[in-house]
């Protein structure tokens, strides 16, 4: 699997790249009490972090899995992961299935490159510590390439870095310039556990088309 020089890899789904347009979802955090010195926050080496390098991608694993029923199906999983494909597919009742379509074809990012809390709020995290983290999701964009961008929550979008930026009327919306020319359209969308579902089915549908 490719490295892309990120503390926490993406999940990069097998289908991403091939047909359509390439979505990356951006979230804001991990949370873990292992230690509170990893990634930005300690700026340790790439190769010290070791397994906690796949954080990223176990946990979209891990919820696959869950959805298959093959593991249970913890709390985080249906705030977050299972809302959002409510939300994107424009559906109730989504279907195992549907969910494994939807990231098998999608990227996943956290944007906060260092995980030094058990407590899943993101006001455990610096002003630092996002900005530490900017020039490593902008490397992680150049290297994917996406053609939409969805960010959960203010703070990651707000310290997005500016080189390619262009803010967009709408509050919500903007764009990078990637390498190549590469145009990427973003939005800021309120976390999928605290998002109002039927407000953000419109609000993605109209960003995906």
Not at 44 to 65: D, F, H, I, N
Not at 139 to 146: I, K, S, Y
Request: neutral net charge.
């Amino acid at each position: 699997m490719e490295d892309y020089g990120a503390y926490f890899e993406p999940w990069v789904g097998r289908r991403y790249g091939h047909g359509g347009k390439r979505l990356l979802i951006v979230g804001d955090s991990h949370y873990c009490g292992e230690c509170d010195t990893c990634g930005v926050r300690g700026m340790v080496s790439m190769a010290k972090m070791g397994e906690c390098r796949q954080m990223t991608r176990k946990s979209v694993r891990q919820y696959l899995e869950a959805r298959r029923g093959e593991r249970p199906m913890d709390g985080w999983m249906g705030r977050t992961y299972l809302r959002f494909d409510k939300m994107i597919l424009g559906l109730d009742d989504v279907t195992p299935a549907m969910s494994e379509a939807l990231w098998d074809g999608a990227a996943f990012y956290n944007f906060v490159q260092t995980a030094a809390s058990m407590d899943p709020s993101n006001t455990n995290y610096s002003a630092e510590d996002y900005k530490a983290s900017g020039h490593i999701f902008k490397r992680v964009m150049d290297a994917l390439l996406p053609d939409r961008v969805i960010v959960w929550g203010n703070r990651a979008y707000e310290a997005m870095p500016g080189e390619g930026w262009r803010g967009g009327a709408d509050y919500y919306c903007g764009s990078y310039t990637l390498r190549g020319g590469h145009e990427a359209r973003c939005l800021r969308m309120i976390h999928p556990s605290r998002a109002a579902t039927e407000e953000w089915r419109v609000k993605l549908r109209e960003f995906l088309g």
